[in-house]
C-alpha cells in the first residue's frame, strides 16, 4: 500500500495507528494534532495545531471531505475551547482550498421571464 494513502487512511479512521515503523509515526502526528486542537494547554497550542491541520489539506486536497468532517466532531464539543480551535481549524482549512475555476465555454446566458439564467449547452 502506497505510504501516503496508509497516512490518509489512519487520518481518517480507517486503521490504527502504532509505534513500530516510521512510516507509522506520521499517523501518530496527524492524531496528535487532533488531540492538541482538542485539549492543548493554550490558546496557542490550539492555534497551532489548527494551522498545521491547514497544511494537511494543502498536501492532500482530495481528502477535503474527510478531513472537514474529523473536524466538525470538534465543533459540537462541550469545551468552548476546543470549539473556538475547531473553528480555527476549519479556517485554516478553508484557507488551503484551491480556487476553483471552471472552463466557461460550455455556458452562455439565456433569458426566461426577464431573469438571467445560465443555460449549459
Known sequence: ??????????LFGQRKATEGDNSNMKYLELDRLFVLLETG??????????????EVQRL?????????????????????ETRIAA???????IQNVPQWD????NIKRGCCSNLNLLVCC
Not at 1 to 10: F, G, N
Not at 61 to 76: D, G, V
Not at 102 to 105: F, T, V
Open 87 to 93: 473553528g480555527q481549524a476549519v479556517e485554516a482549512v
Open 41 to 54: 494547554s493554550s490558546s496557542v497550542t490550539r492555534r497551532a495545531a489548527a494551522r498545521q491541520l491547514g
Open 60 to 80: 492532500h486536497p482530495h481528502e477535503l471531505h474527510h478531513l472537514l468532517s474529523r473536524i466538525t466532531t470538534y465543533l459540537h464539543s462541550p469545551a468552548w
Open 1 to 10: 500500500m502506497d505510504r501516503s494513502y496508509k497516512i490518509l487512511d489512519v
Open 102 to 105: 471552471p472552463p466557461a465555454s
